[in-house]
T-cell receptor
Framework: DQQVKQNSPSLSVQEGRISILNCDYT??????FLWYKKYPAEGPTFLISISSIKDKNEDGRFTVFLNKSAKHLSLHIVPSQPGDSAVYFC???????????FGKGTRLSVIA | NAGVTQTPKFRVLKTGQSMTLLCAQDMNHEYMYWYRQDPGMGLRLIHY???????AKGEVPDGYNVSRLKKQNFLLGLESAAPSQTSVYFCASLKQGTEQFFGPGTRLTVL
């Protein structure tokens, strides 16, 4: 049973517009959530995280929102740039140090 | 700092052959992980280690063994490779309170 779900395999957005990537989780014990970005032939790189005590965390063009009651988080990228084109993985863990559980990823294409 | 490095970058094996993938990190991280990434499957945890001399099974451990004899190294072994083990393998390390840092990956093909 998938504990972390990214239901959109792909997303296409025009340059300058907002990209919204969604993630749902089923395990209510998860309290730490992360987004990773992956380019082809490279390892994933950390993008942004949020703990369950917050409902929003912002870092430049990237904002993550957490809705604990809905067990849902989203990543907003504003404005989207062609260099943002990559696969984005949502991940979750309990207490930060337990192994991360990853979603299957969403491929974002930002069209110039 | 080199971060997390993986050796080799590419490898082709025949069914039944064995090999070892090496992961090394120079950040003095306690925790290390091995994942495999398959198309449409995301990243799945194979084995992990919470410190030197310790290992634990992840989601998909069958067919793999690991060892963490030194803090900076985490080895992933395939004793008898099977075509189902064709994948991209990623190693990651973590220091308590920070995010996981990933290596560049090893692309393994088993014929």
């Amino acid at each position: 049973d998938q504990q972390v779900k990214q239901n959109s395999p792909s997303l296409s957005v025009q340059e300058g517009r907002i990209s919204i990537l969604n993630c749902d989780y089923t395990n209510s014990m998860f309290d730490y959530f992360l987004w990773y970005k992956k380019y082809p032939a490279e390892g994933p790189t950390f993008l942004i995280s949020i703990s369950s005590i917050k409902d929003k965390n912002e870092d430049g063009r990237f904002t993550v929102f957490l809705n604990k009651s809905a067990k849902h988080l989203s990543l907003h990228i504003v404005p989207s740039q062609p260099g943002d084109s990559a696969v984005y993985f949502c991940a979750a863990s309990r207490s930060g140090n337990t192994p991360l559980v990853f979603g299957k990823g969403t491929r974002l294409s930002v069209i110039a | 700092n080199a971060g997390v490095t993986q050796t080799p970058k590419f490898r082709v094996l025949k069914t039944g052959q064995s090999m070892t993938l090496l992961c090394a990190q120079d950040m003095n991280h306690e925790y290390m992980y091995w994942y495999r990434q398959d198309p449409g499957m995301g990243l799945r945890l194979i084995h992990y280690s919470v410190g030197e001399g310790t290992t634990a099974k992840g989601e998909v451990p069958d067919g793999y063994n690991v060892s963490r004899l030194k803090k900076q190294n985490f080895l992933l072994g395939l004793e008898s490779a099977a075509p189902s083990q064709t994948s991209v393998y990623f190693c990651a390390s973590l220091k308590q309170g920070t995010e996981q840092f990933f290596g560049p990956g090893t692309r393994l093909t088993v014929l």
